[in-house]
């Protein structure tokens, strides 16, 4: 499915001479969930995430779930509210209202990872991929720095 979409986000935005957004996430800590909670528990988490990306997309955006914690979302890169980073800024959002609200012991947490770019041949989007991936990476090892710190100023 992921494919045969693929070539239809990307038809839309070179028909409206607009960029593609590939965005890469990754949950945070979902083996500790899994760990302390049980697998039950985890997959709720993934299905927050899932929804909170889902209800960030436009139609023609895809949302996939390509590993086992692990999301990509290739879209349409548009002016202000459709913008990559409106939508990294409402999916986060989503994530902190479900957090405020959910009363769970735990947090979700997710770092994402997003590259735009004019994308012309659907054979340069797994480079583009790539290179949100590498993104994504990064600031998960940011994230886990700030887990750490944190957790060493509260001992």
């Known amino acids: 499915g992921l494919d045969q979409n693929l070539i ?18 990754d ?8 760990d302390w ?9 993934i299905t927050v995430v899932a929804n909170a990306f889902l209800s960030c997309c436009k139609p023609h955006d895809l949302c996939a779930r390509i590993g086992g914690d692990e999301f990509l979302v290739v879209g349409v890169d548009g002016e202000e509210e459709a913008s990559v980073d409106n939508f990294i800024h409402s999916v986060k959002r ?7 609200t959910s009363k769970k012991p735990y947090r979700i947490e997710i770092s994402m990872g997003a590259v735009c770019d004019s994308i012309r041949d659907v054979n340069k ?13 990064y600031n998960k090892s940011f994230h886990k720095k700030e887990r750490i710190d944190w957790t060493d100023k509260k001992s």
């Open 8 to 25: 239809h986000t990307l038809n839309e935005a070179n028909s409206h001479k607009k960029k593609l957004f590939v965005l890469m996430a």
């Open 27 to 34: 949950l945070d800590n979902l083996k500790t969930v899994n």
């Open 37 to 45: 909670f049980g697998h039950r528990e985890g997959d709720s988490v």
């Open 94 to 100: 989503y994530i902190e209202h479900y957090n405020d």
């Open 125 to 137: 989007i797994k480079d583009t991929m790539d290179r949100a991936d590498h993104i994504m990476y």
